[in-house]
């Protein structure tokens, strides 16, 4: 069964530094997500992608945020300049848009120190 | 504002007992309404989704769920709960646009079960 992968699981990195999370969404799906969810709190919506442009973005998702869908596989997303805050689990998800069902990656969880 | 609430923060039962999760949501249209299980370090699964049609809707692993438009719920159910389900639960609003379609989750609801 096709699935959606996430790169890494796992990622620490120092406050300042940029940090690039990677997915490959499942082959014929159109829309593509990323949320996350900070320790003990609710799953949040960061932002959605569709036809290779942002079509929706949350408070969260500020300058230091960014989105991109280099080579018709890979979906990934950008953290310029971390911050303490940043520190989360970071689910990618996918969607074709007839099912309107949203699948899941495993996460990468993002330690910032 | 759409908002999802899962009043219920943590819930316990005993093994084979039967289980309901509670969900309320609020949404200026006919919602979409999803529920999520997440295991331990794991990502999020789909249980069932209820877009229109029967307000009782089957999902996997013996879950269902009923909409119930005039209390703005759509609750979890089970008739026997196992052990292998002790999760946490998601329940979450789909706010839907052509482009976009993104999920409102609520807090969630930590199942633990009891041998």
């Known amino acids: 069964e096709p699935e959606v992968t996430q790169t890494p699981s796992h990622q620490v990195t120092q406050m300042g530094q940029e940090v690039i999370l990677r997915c490959v969404p499942i082959s014929n799906h159109l829309y593509f997500y990323w949320y996350r969810q900070i320790l003990g709190q609710k799953v949040e919506f960061l932002v959605s992608f569709y036809n290779n442009e942002i079509s929706e973005k949350s408070e969260i998702f500020d300058d230091q945020f960014s989105v991109e869908r280099p080579d018709g596989s890979n979906f990934t997303l950008k953290i310029r300049s971390t911050k303490l805050e940043d520190s989360a689990m970071y689910f990618c998800a996918s969607m074709t848009g007839a099912t309107r069902e949203q699948y899941f990656g495993p996460g990468t969880r993002l330690t910032v120190t | 504002a759409q908002s999802v609430t899962q009043p219920d923060i943590h819930i316990t039962v005993s093994e084979g007992a039967s289980l309901e999760l509670r969900c309320n949501y609020s949404y200026g249209a006919t919602p979409y309404l999803f529920w999520y299980v997440q295991s331990p370090g794991q990502g999020l699964q789909l249980l069932l989704k209820y877009f229109s049609g029967d307000t009782l809707v089957q999902g996997i692993k013996g879950f269902e769920a009923e909409f119930k438009r005039s209390q703005s719920s759509f609750n979890l159910r089970k008739p026997s709960v196992h052990w292998s389900d002790a999760a946490e639960y998601f329940c979450?609003?789909?706010?839907?646009?052509?482009?976009?379609?993104?999920?409102?989750f609520g807090t969630g609801t930590r199942l633990q079960v009891f041998p």
């Open positions: 979450a609003v789909g706010a839907l646009s052509y482009n976009t379609d993104k999920l409102i």
